[in-house]
């Protein structure tokens, strides 16, 4: 019977430390663009808090493929979506799991 409930307590330490992944919003400024095997998109808030993601928004594609943003988007007011996404090396392979900006949408 104890394996069983440490079978049950393991599964639980497994659902528990990666929540489902629910999108959450973040509203601020575009600050910073960057590549190495991924391309990382900051955003800083209100506050001054730096948000780091993997940028995978439909505008990151044409970014991505040249490893730059162009620089009339630094500074620009946005909102981002944000989900969990995949940081990979550059063999493709998963290395670890972070937040990643899905959708940016302008704000005036």
Same mark, same amino acid.
């Given at each position: 019977?104890?394996?069983?409930?440490?079978?049950? %307590?393991?599964?639980?330490?497994?659902? $528990? *430390?990666?929540?489902?992944? /629910?999108?959450?919003?973040?509203?601020?400024?575009? $600050?910073?663009? %960057?590549? +190495?095997?991924?391309?990382?998109?900051?955003?800083?808030?209100? /506050? +001054? !808090?730096?948000?780091?993601?993997?940028?995978? *928004?439909?505008?990151?594609?044409?970014?991505?493929?040249? !490893?730059?943003?162009?620089?009339?988007?630094?500074?620009?007011?946005?909102?981002? $979506?944000?989900?969990? +996404?995949?940081?990979?090396?550059? *063999? +493709?392979?998963?290395?670890?799991?972070?937040?990643?900006? $899905?959708?940016?949408?302008?704000? /005036?």
């Amino acid at each position: 019977m104890k394996p069983i409930i440490i079978a049950l %307590s393991i599964g639980l330490l497994a659902a $528990t *430390a990666y929540p489902a992944n /629910k999108p959450r919003t973040i509203e601020g400024r575009i $600050t910073d663009y %960057s590549c +190495g095997d991924n391309c990382y998109l900051t955003i800083t808030d209100s /506050k +001054g !808090a730096k948000h780091t993601g993997l940028c995978e *928004a439909p505008q990151c594609n044409a970014w991505n493929d040249r !490893a730059r943003m162009p620089s009339n988007q630094k500074g620009k007011r946005v909102t981002v $979506t944000v989900r969990r +996404g995949a940081q990979r090396n550059d *063999a +493709g392979e998963i290395m670890d799991h972070m937040d990643a900006f $899905t959708r940016i949408e302008y704000s /005036k």
